[in-house]
């Protein structure tokens, strides 16, 4: 396998139309951050790259559905996820945007030179038209009824009832979201990259040499190569994004899928000028560069990007695999002097108690919410995100088994286990190292056992196993608290305290271990028990050693690690997602038209009454009916109303209603319902009566 002088690693450039929430963190943060944690204590030179992606049609229309402007849009999000990935310690060297005029000025450039070289092809084609709004319309900008499933709300670009891909030009009755017209055809001109041209050089490098990618990004790529590449539009007709550089392209920018993963690129060159520049103030805010330096001794970004001794790797969802594994390598193939992708470890989705994770239901943990929620609990969302990451499968997030994590694992195994030791070493030696003495068969065991570890995480960290990486991580916490177990040092030392000098010393170095090997994982956490430890800085390589803690060293007084999560804390945050989930779907829901018009005498032929419930019960064998005895002022009578649901029979004698009293009787269930009372729909699908404000007497008319 080769041999890399140096690392560059990405994380998909996150839409700054909205927070980031846990699905994303386990797609393509927190993988790429324990990666890049682990490369830099291996002292290797690494860049590890993101910023907000802050063009495409979600921006204009969050920006239209608020009110303000994209670039007000833009500048929200951008700080909203950039201080939540800083607090939950994701530790990019930059996290640029794409609205930057450095940024601009790459996209544009790299546009012109294959432009120059003439790479694209130029067609012009047939698109939706907004004739009161004087614009083409993107994807997005169009709705109207899927021809697949009849769904009346689809986009341009995809149903999201049945999940269909769809062209614009198969919506029945598209309107447009601007103006709310239907939209007519209009010609209009594009430029397109060949895709086709280079299938041949797409499938060497995926198909041949790199068999050793992920399944699940391999056969994704693999399905696409067999189905044939066609070209790909990289402009469209839009006010915001980066204009398109050549002339006879005024009012198009590029389209956003060409210009995001540039970014990668641009973001790069930033963070070396400002390196140059010495980290001025303004962009050190701005881009949240590293306040320490960049683990890169690379003379300048061309070096992280156009030399063979760098590993490229992308970490991203599995919805970009075909952007990182086919179009952005043709990009790089048709400028000709950029390196490819040494791997692309596309994780699958992550689900929310046991439902797909939605933006637009508010079915989502949003990282922002949980920092202040938990606060100084970063490391808790940390470990049970890489506990429960779906490298291979969709996997589900639970609040159930977020508690069960922190309070069976974090507690009971790893804090307990380093707790046992600290307290220990303070109630027998005050704190101080002690000497390590005679060592038995068994301490040999263990020693040996603990030299393993390094290498063995190391070893799942750099196959992208995170997962198994984290599970070998507790079973070293597991091995402490065993050896400490089975020597059992509080009963030895009353009989034998040289003996007990060696066992805590062993316990200490498995500790000062831990300390080391969970930077990657738990970074706040490792900081905390390495001050408790006064464990000085220790690179990688160093752990395995059973003398990270000299003897004589004195360390700081027991800290708890990790505190138990309680019943009532969970029970919140279920009830916060339910309410949530409800009040948007509240929110969104559409009040139903109106039916077409009656005439005055068709409505008169109504005869409304007010009259009072005087019997209630259920109607067997059903779940929403009711059978009612009502006194109507003209008389008793019996209604059946699908009410069961929302009432107690027994909770709504005495109620007053509103009753149609000259609806012909119906049979249901066997009952003659002889009338219908009134009944009003709330937003979220609940029934209240329609009745009046005060009691009145029973047969008064409702006109």
């Known amino acids: 396998m080769k041999q890399f002088k140096r690392y560059t690693v990405t994380s998909a450039l996150p839409y700054t139309n909205g927070p980031v929430h846990i699905g994303h963190l386990a797609g393509a943060y927190l993988p790429a951050d324990i990666f890049v944690r682990y490369l830099r204590s291996k002292g290797r030179e690494v860049v590890f790259i993101c910023g907000s992606d802050e063009h495409g049609v979600p921006i204009t229309i969050k920006a239209k559905a608020e009110g303000v402007t994209p670039q007000q849009v833009v500048d929200k999000y951008h700080k909203i996820i950039g201080d939540s990935f800083r607090d939950f310690g994701i530790s990019f060297d930059i996290y640029h945007r794409t609205s930057s005029q450095t940024h601009h000025e790459t996209s544009a450039d ?30 997005r900008y169009i709705t109207g009824t899927c021809p697949e499933c009849g769904y009346d709300k689809a986009y341009g670009d995809q149903c999201e009832s049945c999940g269909s891909t769809l062209n614009a030009t198969e919506l029945i009755n598209p309107k447009s979201t601007l103006s709310g017209e239907p939209p007519v055809l209009k010609s209009t001109k594009h430029w397109y990259l060949p895709l086709d041209k ?45 204009p398109v550089p050549v002339e006879g392209a005024e009012g198009k920018v590029l389209y956003v899928w060409f210009d995001a993963p540039i970014g990668y690129i641009s973001a790069t060159k930033e963070l070396f000028k400002s390196k140059e520049a010495g980290y001025p103030a303004a962009k050190k805010e701005e881009y949240y560069l590293n306040v320490r330096e960049p683990q890169s001794g690379a003379a300048n970004w ?38 490819l992708a040494d791997d692309v470890p596309a994780n699958e989705f992550l689900n929310l108690e046991n439902n797909k994770i939605s933006t637009s239901r508010n079915w989502a943990v949003w990282l922002n919410d949980y920092l202040v929620d938990f606060k100084d609990k970063q490391d808790v969302l940390r470990y049970v995100l890489c506990s429960t990451f779906p490298e291979t499968k969709d996997n589900d997030f ?14 009971a195994i790893f804090g307990n286990f380093i707790n046992r030791v ?26 040996e056992e603990l030299k393993s570890y390094p290498a063995k995480i190391g070893a799942s960290i750099e196959a992208y196993r995170f997962r198994e990486a984290m599970q070998e991580f507790m079973n070293l ?12 040092p509080w009963k030895l030392i009353k009989t034998d305290e040289e003996r007990v000098k060696t066992i805590m010393n062993i316990g200490l170095q498995i500790a000062a271990n831990l300390s080391v090997l969970a930077e990657p994982f738990i970074p706040f956490s490792a900081k ?7 464990l000085a800085e220790t690179a990688w390589d160093k752990t395995g050693d059973i003398n990270l803690l000299p003897e004589g060293d004195q360390i700081a007084e027991a800290a708890l ?63 929403k009916l009711l059978k009612l005895t009502i006194d109507t002022g003209i008389d008793q009578r019996t209604v059946v109303s699908g009410i069961a649901e929302y009432f107690e029979p027994e909770n709504i004698i005495g109620q007053q209603v509103s009753i149609l009293v000259n609806l012909a009787p119906r049979e249901i269930k066997g009952i003659e319902s002889q009338g219908m009372i009134l009944m009003a729909e709330d937003a979220d699908g609940k029934l209240c009566f329609a009745a009046p404000t005060a009691a009145v007497k029973n047969g008064s008319e409702i006109r």
């Not at 992920?214 to 402009?235: D, E, H, I, M, Y």
């Not at 490229?312 to 002097?337: E, Q, S, Y």
């Not at 600290?422 to 020693?447: Q, R, S």
Request: hydrophobic residues 40%; charged residues 30%.
């Open 110 to 139: 790299f546009f012109k030179k294959l432009y120059d070289k003439g790479e694209f092809i130029v067609e012009e084609s047939e698109q939706y038209f907004d004739e009161k709004a004087h614009q083409f319309l993107a994807d």
């Open 198 to 242: 280079y299938q041949p050089k797409l499938e060497k490098y995926i198909l041949e040499d790199h068999q050793n990618w992920k399944t699940n990004v391999f056969g994704q790529c693999k399905s696409w190569l067999s189905q044939g590449l066609q070209p790909r539009a990289v402009t469209r007709d839009l006010e915001w994004g980066v």
């Open 302 to 339: 061309e070096e992280h990007w156009k030399s063979e001794d760098t590993k490229l790797v992308h970490f991203i969802g599995k919805d970009n695999i075909v952007f990182h594994c086919l179009i952005f390598p043709a990009m790089l193939m048709a400028d000709g002097t950029y390196t």
């Open 398 to 411: 639970t609040w159930k088994d977020y508690q069960a994590r922190n309070n069976n694992e974090l507690v």
């Open 422 to 447: 600290a307290v220990l070493t303070h109630k027998y030696y005050e704190g101080v190292v002690p000497a390590l003495g005679t060592l038995t068969d068994f301490d040999k065991e263990v020693i």
């Open 477 to 488: 916490a597991r091995l402490g608290n065993k050896y400490l177990a089975d020597t059992e």
């Open 528 to 534: 905390k028990l390495a001050d408790m430890l006064n």
């Open 561 to 623: 690690l990790f505190e138990k999560v309680e019943d009532s804390v969970i029970e919140q945050q279920l009830q916060k997602l339910e309410a949530s989930k409800a009040a948007n779907e509240a929110a969104s829901k559409t009040v139903t038209p109106a039916k077409e018009n009656i005439t005055f005498d068709e409505f008169s032929k109504m005869d409304i009454r007010v009259g009072t419930i005087l019997a209630a019960e259920k109607v067997a064998k059903t779940k």
